[in-house]
């Protein structure tokens, strides 16, 4: 680790500590001197596994039990020993948003105020801001709350259907036709917490903006990536990344962010339409990048910009990056060469490793590894029952 010493003493606390991106997060804190713990709910999870967590963490740390989630940090912070809690996922920054008046009593929280974290965090708003501000993004409709809305809309079919609130592809349909959503309708209890919008062809490549911005409203850190393969091949989480110029996408995000006061790290998902040919806004994921490691290996440290921002410093502008960096989650990607059609037509080829890092590996601390890969064979079976 680095011999220039900034925030020496510093005490972080990351929660979850089965995140892929707390593995760069953490190197990046230890980096500056900060003292790092993590919030597991298994010895399997790579901030569990990593040489560089100082203290481990096994506790409450569920999606399904926000009540316990909360009240788990909760007593963690009232004990004193933390300074910053940082969230990994959407579920912990939610309940930090949530709470983020009483937690800040006890330390300074990396997640923003409720109010704007629930705009950022529902699709259908995020999307009429989008078309209220001609930044692009799919034709949506706005206040459904009944099949006939849908039936008698503009909007062609197919359409997509997925939950105002969600991360992923969890909970993604496409609807054929009329037909078909007639069928569903029995289903659907309550149309208002979906989102109906027109199908973009998934033909060309989506990309990732991550983003920082200050409390000047000021973007310090602006990284585009393109996400060139993923599992599940019917839509997931990206195995590759390559790091592109798009001053576009940049653009887009920006303005958007910068509309709803947006504060600190956020990643933002795109999709490039191939009728057109322009990237258009899906939603954004109101963190850290779970390919945030792909940033660092660019030029950029979201891990110190963090530690500025929340105790009220200058923050570093890194928003010039190198282009064609390359990060690659193994574990998945083999998934993707075993289950596509195109495995021996994909661009990169999936044989190419120029400048490739992957997502989870470090030679200096190879564990999370091995932790991540056992994990995701005991979870695999869950998450494809979630995404179907």
């Not at 209890?189 to 911005?213: K, L, N, R, W």
Request: charged share 25%.
């Amino acid at each position: 680790m680095s011999k220039n010493i900034i925030y020496k003493g510093l005490r972080i606390l990351i929660a979850e500590g089965r995140a892929r991106q707390c593995l760069p997060l953490i190197r990046s804190f230890k980096k500056q001197g900060c003292i790092v713990a993590a919030l597991c709910r298994s010895k399997l999870d790579v901030a569990y596994a990593s040489r560089y967590t100082d203290k481990r963490i096994i506790g409450v740390c569920d999606d399904e039990k926000e009540e316990e989630t909360t009240s788990q940090i909760r007593n963690l912070l009232k004990t004193g020993e933390y300074d910053i809690v940082v969230p990994t996922t959407d579920f912990i920054a939610r309940i930090l948003s949530k709470n983020k008046i009483e937690f800040s009593k006890y330390a300074k929280i990396a997640s923003n105020d409720w109010e704007i974290f629930q705009l950022a965090g529902d699709k259908s708003k995020t999307m009429e801001i989008c078309m209220k501000n001609d930044i692009p993004c799919p034709s949506t409709l706005l206040d459904v709350k009944c099949l006939e809305d849908i039936l008698n809309s503009t909007i062609a079919f197919p359409i997509v259907m997925k939950p105002k609130v969600g991360f992923g592809a969890i909970g993604f349909k496409v609807v054929k036709s009329k037909e078909e959503m007639i069928k569903l309708s029995p289903l659907i209890h309550d149309y208002g917490s979906y989102v109906f919008q027109e199908y973009i062809p998934q033909t060309d490549i989506q990309y990732e903006c991550a983003m920082f911005i200050d409390n000047d409203n000021n973007v310090k850190t602006s990284v585009v990536f393109s996400k060139n393969r993923w599992f599940p091949i019917s839509g997931g989480s990206s195995t590759l990344n390559i790091t592109v110029d798009r001053p576009d996408i940049i653009e887009s995000c920006k303005k958007l962010l910068q509309l709803i006061n947006w504060r600190g790290a956020a990643d933002v998902d795109f999709i490039q339409d191939p009728r057109d040919g322009i990237a258009k806004i899906m939603e954004i994921n109101p963190r850290v990048s779970g390919s945030v490691k792909i940033t660092f290996d660019a030029g950029t440290d979201q891990g110190l910009q963090m530690i500025q921002l929340l105790l009220g410093n200058d923050v570093t502008d890194f928003n010039k990056y190198e282009y064609g960096r390359r990060l690659r989650c193994s574990q998945t990607d083999l998934l993707w060469f075993i289950k596509s059609p195109n495995r021996f037509k994909s661009k990169p080829s999936w044989f190419s490793n120029y400048k490739t890092r992957d997502q989870i590996f470090y030679w200096s601390d190879p564990w999370p590894y091995f932790a991540f890969s056992l994990s995701g064979l005991f979870r695999y079976k869950r998450e494809m029952k979630k995404r179907s």
